[in-house]
């Protein structure tokens, strides 16, 4: 497939972001991210679609050995075992997937330990900026 074959599915570019993502996940290694307390986290919930969603998939593999319980969301629903000792990661690469937002939405009315939001693009900031208790990272792509 050429690139003008794909910019025709592909409108936004998005495609761009992603073959990125090799040096996106370097230099974001690199950085001095705020260290939080997982302290008493016992059930972790990531949602994301398409390739937001794989960072789900890798963690939730890297953590099957241990004693703490992974959802990994793919659609609209929280798990309804998201309680106070739950950590829900939220992330978006384009920053406006319906799935996510609602997910998202949905974790603000429970009483999780802490509500998480990833995103790569900067539209999104106008979702985090309107709550100040979800705590969020925006990764530059």
Do not use: C, R
């Not at 592909?10 to 992603?18: E, F, G, L, P």
């Not at 993502?21 to 307390?37: Q, R, V």
């Not at 794989?54 to 939730?60: A, E, N, Y």
């Amino acid at each position: 497939m050429n690139i003008e074959d794909l910019e025709k599915i592909d409108s936004k570019k998005m495609y761009q972001t992603y073959d990125k993502w090799p040096e996106i996940a370097k230099d974001s290694f690199a950085d001095d991210f705020e260290k939080f307390d997982v302290k008493g986290i016992d059930h972790i919930v990531f949602s994301g679609m398409g390739g937001s969603g794989s960072i789900g998939d890798v963690i939730s593999a890297i953590l099957s050995k241990e004693d703490i319980h992974v959802s990994n969301v793919k659609g609209y629903h929280l798990p309804k075992t998201v309680d106070s000792n739950s950590l829900v990661v939220a992330t978006s690469i384009s920053g406006n997937t319906k799935e996510t937002l609602t997910v998202l939405e949905k974790a603000k009315k429970t009483d999780a330990k802490m509500k998480i939001i990833i995103y790569f693009l900067k539209k999104f900031q106008w979702y985090t900026h309107k709550d100040h208790h979800l705590q969020n990272f925006y990764i530059p792509s």
